[in-house]
């Protein structure tokens, strides 16, 4: 059953689309696989129409055979039925072999004298694939002689010079082959996104003097530098639609629906609290306020933001720990920050953030917002995005992932695919390497060309870590989406920790994660969620490598980040192919210097 209500695209325009093809190339499979996805895209079954030959050959064309005469009959019939369905307006998929060039022209004519869409599109899997395949035996019987006149064994095939697409479904998935085509579509606006992409804006507005004056004179919370970096993810755009310090009603929401509700009645994904902590004393002397600034002295003396009719709720640091982490041990790293926090939270009427958060460390130009992000990608003339979340030093596994999903999206029709590298900016474990370092180590790969200049986007996201396992992993995705961005990579435990009480055991599933997300697409902006692949380092090639279980286990190793970190303090160089030795030496050094 369709769901409607769920619906994230409309059909703007019929077209036909011809898969043509060799027997067992897949053209059924594929039709079918897409009339799925695309009756749940659109929340209606009847939008979408396969015309598929071995049905139609029971039906409408059960009088005809095989012959030459038979077969442009055949082609004829289906090219007016077609022509009639995208006059309708529907997406028509007509999985025929129709071997011959010139009735495929015929089809294509009669959509153009009509001023329709057509698309002839090859199934180009080889010869060698489709008998491999031949789920119907029917290779073996042409090749027996059972069957007279079969196509590619004693009967020519005429593949397109010229088609519209060319997908090769023995060298893609299936679910690469659909996305293809589905990219096509959009492209061609036969199918248009229910809600276009919409960049967050920065909330931050500096204010006049007179202003500035009034507000340096308020009373305030001296946050620490947590903290102010909630108040730049949150100004910045990257909450959306966020724009204050949770209330009671959106921490709510938020813990146990995992989403937030805008002004209009928009539920968005919001999975992690973002909230402003205050003890009873803060509470006390703040009561009858109308505004209370907020400062972090740590970084300097400036107001950031100013909490307009400010209320006070308790903060229930049980519920919210047990709620995100599942566990309210003080041994999670974030659950014991949270029970560190003073015993109410502070929101109000709204918020104004009237400074840029800036924390002088160098780093501040690619603490980039949403807006500045969007602008780069224009620069770039990208039409596709993806997004890369990390928190570690990049090593060559990490390279070859980026550099194949690239090669993955040109495959897919994308002209200019951009890597937007997003590592987290905001407080990490003390045991986590530094933001600087990182950096460093990011730039450095950058400029050693290990990964493509041209084709790239460093920036920092600036929100804290929480350690959240697949509620975070929401919160990683969710918030770069008001950046503009169309890809998402995500892959194993990008969140996760150790269990807090039972040692050598993980506190969440480490693939949990990325099954989430891929399942609540619709609520990511129709952003396409892409599965890490797993890599390791080949001993015998001496390089980074995609592991699975075609490989021969014996000549892999999987190097772990504890090893890593103790080949770098003690001054030992990895195996060859590991990392870039530019990165190298900066990882090297900061451990060095510990």
Known sequence: MVDSTTSTHRVSNGATYWFT??????KSTLSGALKVKLDAMVGDSKKVFILDGDVIRQGLNKDLGFSAEDRK??????????????????????????????????????????????????????????????????YKKARAGVIPKFTGVSDPYEAPENPEMNINT????????????????????ILTPN????VAESLIKPLSEDAQKEVDGLKFIDINKEQAEYIQTIGQGWAFPLRRFMNELELLESMHMNTITDAEGKRHLMSVPITQDVTAEQKAELANEKRVALKCTEISNDVLAVINNPVFFDNRKEEISTRTFGTSSVKHPKVDRIMKQGDFLISGESMDFVREVAFNDGIDSYRMTPQQVSEQIKAKNADAVYAFQVRNPLHNGHVLLLKDTREQLLKLGYKNPIL?????????????????????????????????????????????????????????ASSRVNAGITHFITGRDPAGVKHSEIEGKDLYDVWHGQKLLTHVKPLLKN????????????????????????????????ISGSRMRQMAKDGENPPAGFMSQKGWEVLSAYYKSL
Not at 108 to 118: D, I, P, T
Not at 443 to 472: C, F, K, N, R
Request: charged content about 20%; glycine content about 8%; overall charge negative.
């Open 420 to 476: 937007l590298l997003h590592p987290l900016g905001g407080w990490c474990k003390d045991d986590d390497v530094p933001l600087d370092t990182r950096m460093k180590q990011h730039q450095a790969l950058i400029d050693d060309s290990t990964l493509p200049t041209d084709h790239i986007i460093l920036a920092v996201w600036p929100s804290p870590m929480y350690y959240g396992g697949p509620t975070e992993v929401l919160w990683h």
């Open 170 to 189: 023995g060298e893609q998935t299936l679910e690469q082959s659909c996305a293809f085509v589905l990219n096509q579509m959009t492209a061609e606006n």
């Open 73 to 138: 009959e055949n082609i004829r019939r289906i090219s007016e039925v077609s022509k009639l369905f995208c006059m309708a307006g529907q997406i028509v998929f007509v999985a025929f072999i129709s071997p011959y060039a010139a009735d495929r022209e015929f089809a294509r004519n009669v959509h153009k004298e009509a001023g329709l869409n057509f698309y002839e599109c090859h199934i180009s899997a080889t010869l060698e694939v489709c008998e491999g395949r031949d789920v119907k035996g029917l």
């Open 21 to 26: 093809g060799l027997s067992g190339a897949g």
């Open 527 to 558: 952003v396409e969620v892409l599965p890490f692949k797993v890599a390791a380092y080949n001993k015998v090639s001496q390089s980074m490598e995609f592991f699975g279980p075609d490989k021969n286990k014996a000549d892999f190793e999987f």
């Open 195 to 198: 809600a276009t992409p919409v």
